[in-house]
């Protein structure tokens, strides 16, 4: 078979474990001697602790231990906020890993309890007795600014966790300057569950002979829950092992680090044998981030020809009631520097308040931030197009940045590193007939039928990132990735990377690249990662930054491979390195084909070292450390046709179909699977999902019964379609593509309901756009007229 | 949340005042009580068993009356907890005359937390509209007696 297998659709190897239900989870595993932990969690979402009583707990039927604050306090340092965002008066609150003396939202731990079996430690969480004195509780992060509620934190004046601005250009004088059209939106960014299908489960085994701790976790990042574990429990890096099994979704929420795993170590360290945890559902829901959650008040404004002179708004981000690890850059870095989309806009002021309310906290919810400003930038484009009388679609057109290979500054200061905007906006229009549809609508609205298109470009920012760039922002971390690639004697080929696929499938991407770049079949070749102990250090997998930093750094060691077996070959061929020449896994002198080293016997040669060059190491294996000297921004075009009822509220989305370019595809199957996924994603906080909680603090979406997300029945056929625009900087061109469906899709779609709805004076619609609130928005809409 | 009802007793309302004021027949009346004890000060320390959607438990707490105008009105000061939550309530419980009868206005606020909140959320309005309707049934049928 061909070994050229880059750009191929080949199936995913992990598919056949995944599907059959032979992947092993967490909480699919078992050691001997282990016990059981539960946490028991504050029913209220403000309240202090009047009394705590956990004697009865500890008499129950197999109960080992039952802590309580007290405990872990002294043992355990509290939960690291890990982005220390600059120039934002950022205020970190303590985050315990139990409460002490306060519970801030529901599900704050209070104690925690371990037993025999998870049953025997969940029925004793009964009988724990806690007298709590309730306080006024504030949900909504604008209102958490006006002083609602009762003080969150003593040490944080009017609960803001920080006020970060973006500005580039003169917003102000653009807004000003005469003639100007703006348009102004009230959006609300609606809270959203990430839901993955496992829930967040520990493992910890502690060797008290050696101070050995293995933590078994799902998580994205293993090695980051290596380094804030050690942090957190004092347990020396070298000593504490890091295994992310098979990890069954995580979209953001899994890149957290959460008390309740630390804590399953605490339990398994003071009571010396394996401990295990493992959320419930509704345990999850509440416990485990959120997404999303802004106030946002924005305007655009521009001339009345329709180009877009300049954008400014405020947000109000909501963190929840403490700063989880990454939660300070997401609605700033990720969303504040993307306001200027794919567009030349040259003047950008935003005002982003992060404020702490009694609420589960808010951290990364795939796409993380990026939702967030391109919604709103698409949204406001809209409006104005509508303002001025012009079509979307051609409003884009007049403002998209012309094609670009390598770099472009926008105000709010990044260098886009490629694009072809205008390239996607055409593919997409011309494959959904754009002025076709529009005469279809005109038709139909002519029957008195509600058809409604809504199309966006898009630019994302992703492949994070630059560690320099990284310790600007404040990011606790760097952002590199690394790759060990070892060929055996039989030249088969183990890969050792520091990112953490869970879904993504990058055990076949990463394949087809070592097969690609090296001639290997690509079935010889295993992609290890998730244990600390055995994959070198990497910063995990989130930002759509595993193929776009840890494929970089795979290729890079690929080709110090390639190089090492240059030399080798031709020692062997008695020949000049310069003269030798390399095709499809087949190292030859030019023109001398015939008489080739394969890899396969150059692994072989490499590890018996009977015949090496002088000075070359024994051995076939590299290593690589690779840092990107910039982000990788894909982009791409989506429409979304629909009908609505304008009597019953009802949504068909009849077509979605979308254009991306992430550059050359390793493997487009992956690719449309990943765009699918995105897109359906970005439809669920369009039109079901939203986290409600009541005004004292409670969860009132607190299961799957009344937290809807999408279902396959509802769905379209969505049709995939692409471009190719390499980046200039990634040695293999490729950029990322887990987020982009998601960043795009939620505003394609409402702004194709608002589109089906303008001839009945609806301009908004509130997300998710249930049945009820499109009748509503009718409704209104008809009192105005 | 809010909870509100109107019910109308064919009694003079001295008589249907006696009635609310009887811990017997209360404990009797209302659905699910296992327990009513007096604390003192028309402080009672309650147990009951409820079922809110498939939330089905108990809880403990107290019931206190307050403000007491005889035989006008009263509050009703509600604490309960259990392992599925809490239940907090406070009505406002006003007897007017209605010719020969009397009418009992209840208006209360509740707030639940806990899992009954996060599961239940759909039903709590309308189960506890519903034991309130039945409690004051039984009241009703216990004026007969």
């Known amino acids: 078979m061909s070994s050229r297998t880059f750009g191929s659709a080949i199936r995913r190897r992990e598919d056949p474990r995944l599907l059959t239900g032979l992947g092993t989870y967490t909480d699919d595993l078992s050691l001997p001697n282990m016990a059981h932990a539960a946490m028991l969690r504050s029913p209220h979402a403000h309240a202090t602790i009047v009394s705590l009583d956990t004697s009865k707990a500890a008499k129950a039927p197999g109960v080992l231990a039952v802590y309580t604050g007290k405990d872990t306090a002294p043992a355990l340092k509290p939960m690291p906020c890990a982005w220390l965002l600059p120039n934002a008066g950022l205020n970190i609150a303590e985050y315990p890993l139990v409460a002490l003396d306060t519970v801030r939202y529901v599900g704050d731990i209070v104690a925690v309890v371990v037993a025999q079996t998870p049953y025997q430690a969940y029925d004793a969480l009964d009988l724990i007795e806690v007298k709590y004195k309730t306080l006024p509780a504030v949900v909504d992060p604008e209102k958490s600014a006006k002083g609602t509620g009762a003080p969150i934190h003593a040490s944080v004046p009017g609960n803001q966790a920080f006020k970060w601005t973006v500005a580039g250009g003169d917003a102000d004088a653009a807004f000003a300057a005469p003639g100007a059209v703006v348009v102004h939106d009230r959006i609300i960014q609606n809270r959203l569950i990430p839901t993955p299908m496992e829930t967040r489960s520990a493992l910890a085994q502690w060797t008290a002979a050696t101070g050995e701790l293995t933590l078994w976790n799902t998580t994205q990042n293993p090695h980051i829950v290596r380094f804030i574990g050690s942090l957190v429990m004092g347990v020396p890096e070298d000593k504490l092992r890091v295994v992310a099994p098979e990890v069954g979704g995580g979209f953001g929420a899994k890149i957290a680090q959460y008390p309740a795993d630390f804590l399953t170590c605490f339990c398994a360290m003071k009571l010396n044998r394996p401990v295990k945890w493992t959320e419930t559902r509704s345990e999850n829901y509440i416990a485990t981030t959120h997404g999303r959650d802004h106030v946002q008040d924005v305007a655009l404004c521009g001339t009345k020809d329709g180009k877009i002179t300049g954008v400014r708004g405020t947000v109000w981000a909501g963190m929840g009631a403490y700063l989880s690890t990454a939660a300070p850059g997401i609605p700033t870095i990720l969303h504040g520097l993307m306001l200027c989309g794919p567009y030349l806009i040259d003047n950008v002021k935003e005002d982003v308040y992060g404020l702490y309310t009694n609420t589960t906290p808010v951290e990364a919810y795939r796409g993380a931030g990026r939702p967030e400003a391109t919604y709103l930038l698409e949204r406001l484009i809209d409006r104005f197009a509508h303002a001025i009388g012009k079509d979307p679609a051609e409003v884009r057109r007049i403002n998209l940045i012309p094609k670009f290979d390598n770099g472009h500054n926008v105000a709010t200061g990044l260098t886009y590193d490629s694009g072809n905007y205008h390239g996607a906006l055409d593919k997409i229009m011309a494959h959904v007939d754009y002025a076709g549809l529009r005469k279809q609508q005109a038709e139909a609205r002519a029957k008195g039928r509600y058809m409604g298109i809504g199309i966006c470009t898009y630019v994302e920012v992703c492949g994070l990132g630059p560690s320099q760039v990284a310790g600007a922002i404040g990011f606790q971390g760097g952002l590199w990735e690394s790759a060990i690639v070892r060929f055996h004697p039989s030249g088969k080929v183990n890969v050792f990377i520091g990112t953490k696929p869970h879904g993504q499938g990058e055990e076949t991407t990463f394949a087809q690249i070592v097969s690609s770049e090296l001639g290997v079949d690509v079935n010889d070749v295993k992609v290890m990662h998730g244990d600390t102990d055995k994959t070198p250090m990497g910063w995990g997998t989130y930002g759509s930054r595993t193929t776009a930093v840890g494929g970089a750094a795979l290729a890079v060691a690929l080709r110090k491979i390639k190089d090492k077996a240059t030399a080798l070959a031709a020692h062997l061929l008695e020949a000049p390195v310069e003269d030798m020449d390399y095709a499809d896994g087949r190292f030859f002198v030019k023109g001398a084909p015939a008489k080739a080293k394969t890899i396969q016997d150059i692994a072989l040669m490499a590890n018996v070292a009977w015949n090496m060059p002088a000075g070359m190491e024994a051995g076939l294996e590299a290593s690589s450390f690779y840092d990107p000297p910039n982000f990788v921004y894909p982009f791409g075009a989506h429409v979304a046709v629909v009908d609505v009822d304008p009597a019953t509220g009802a949504i068909d989305l009849k077509r979605y179909a979308c254009v991306d370019d992430c550059g050359p595809q390793i493997n487009p199957m992956i690719v449309e699977g990943q765009v699918h996924g995105g897109v359906v994603q970005g439809l669920g906080q369009a039109l079901w999902e939203e986290a409600i909680y009541a005004d004292n603090g409670q969860l009132v979406t607190g299961t799957l019964m009344d937290y809807a997300i999408p279902r396959a029945d509802v769905l379209p056929e969505i049709e995939v379609l692409s471009t190719v625009t390499p980046s200039p900087h990634h040695p293999l061109g490729v950029k990322g593509i887990g987020e982009a469906g998601t960043i795009v899709s939620t505003c394609t779609m409402y702004n194709a309901v608002v589109d089906a709805l303008r001839p009945l004076g609806v301009d908004t619609v509130p997300m998710p756009m249930t049945p009820e609130r499109v009748w509503r928005a009718v409704q209104t809409a008809k009192k105005g007229a | ?145």
């Open chain 2, 1 to 145: 949340m809010t909870l509100d009802g109107s019910y109308r007793f064919p009694a003079p309302r001295a008589r249907v005042w006696a009635l609310l004021m009887d811990t017997t027949a209360i404990a009797s009346c209302v659905p699910g009580c296992e327990a009513l004890e007096p604390l003192g000060d028309d402080r009672y320390q309650a147990k009951l068993v409820a079922t809110v959607a498939a939330i089905s438990g108990s809880y403990e707490g107290t019931v206190a009356m307050a403000d007491k105008v005889e035989p006008e009105s009263y509050r009703l000061v509600i604490e309960g907890s259990g392992k599925h939550g809490f239940v907090n309530g406070e009505s406002r419980i006003a007897l007017r005359e209605d010719g020969d009868a009397t009418v009992v206005d209840v208006t209360g606020t509740m707030d639940v937390g806990g899992t009954i909140a996060r599961v239940g959320q759909r039903l709590i309005g309308s189960v506890s509209k519903m034991m309130l309707d039945r409690f004051f049934a039984c009241m009703a049928g216990k004026l007969g007696s």
